[in-house]
Antibody, heavy 117, light 108 residues
Framework: QVQLQESGPGLVKPSQTLSLTCTVS??????????WTWIRQHPGKGLEWIGY???????YHNPSLQSRLTISLDTSKNQVSLNLTSVTAADTAVYYC?????????WGQGTMVTVSS | DIQMTQSPSSLSASVGDRVTITCQAS??????LNWYQQKPGKAPKLLIY???NLETGVPSRFSGSGSGTDFTFTISSLQPEDIATYYC??????????FGQGTKVEIK
């Protein structure tokens, strides 16, 4: 069965770039029809959809993050990556990767990222 | 963006009670609505998709209904393991998809 695992630094300084990786096991990220989505949750708050990438590498980003966000695939490592530039304290959150375009049936366990100097 | 408003924000009920959560969309989203359960420290889990379809493996005490702008999520008989926060999520037309603010369910 497909499993997802997020990884990355737990602490990022303001104005720097947040880089996270989602490693997919139990299946290929380039299998036809798969979408890989990033979602975040600010501490004690609700969920925010960040964006997705499909198995061909096409992406769709939340317009609120558009100018700072890159989502990419590394098929050789079976990984999905998220890069968010110029971070501020408002980017402090748990970041999840999930499988799906409109409904998310498989999630990683999430990784907490704190933006602080 | 489409705004999703859940109510109540929290509730307390006894084991065996029927629990109902509502979600209202700021515009017509047809039946493009999901419900998730999130337990503390865990990732959300998909329970209901397309407003009323039960995800495989989810107990039948969970159900969803509604279309257009008004949706309901029901737990027919609350169990101790149902303690969690529940979120609705819309996926009408184009992203960004948006979530409700969540409803925290506790045992009385």
């Amino acid at each position: 069965q497909v499993q997802l695992q997020e990884s990355g630094p737990g602490l990022v300084k303001p104005s720097q770039t947040l880089s996270l990786t989602c490693t997919v096991s139990g299946g290929s990220i380039s299998s036809g029809g798969n979408y890989w989505t990033w979602i975040r949750q600010h501490p004690g708050k609700g969920l925010e959809w960040i964006g997705y990438i499909d198995d061909s590498g096409s992406t769709y980003h939340n317009p609120s993050l558009q100018s700072r966000l890159t989502i990419s695939l590394d098929t050789s490592k079976n990984q999905v990556s998220l890069n968010l530039t110029s971070v501020t304290a408002a980017d402090t959150a748990v970041y999840y990767c999930a499988r799906g375009l409109e409904s998310f049936d498989i999630w990683g366990q999430g990784t907490m990222v704190t933006v602080s100097s | 963006d489409i705004q999703m408003t859940q109510s109540p924000s929290s509730l307390s009920a006894s084991v065996g009670d029927r629990v109902t959560i509502t979600c209202q969309a700021s515009q017509d989203i047809s039946n493009f609505l999901n419900w998730y359960q999130q337990k503390p420290g865990k990732a959300p889990k998909l329970l209901i998709y397309d407003a009323s379809n039960l995800e495989t493996g989810v107990p039948s005490r969970f159900s969803g209904s509604g279309s257009g702008t008004d949706f309901t999520f029901t737990i027919s008989s609350l169990q101790p393991e149902d303690i969690a926060t529940y979120y609705c999520q819309q996926y009408d037309n184009l992203p960004p998809w948006t979530f409700g603010q969540g409803t925290k369910v506790e045992i009385k």
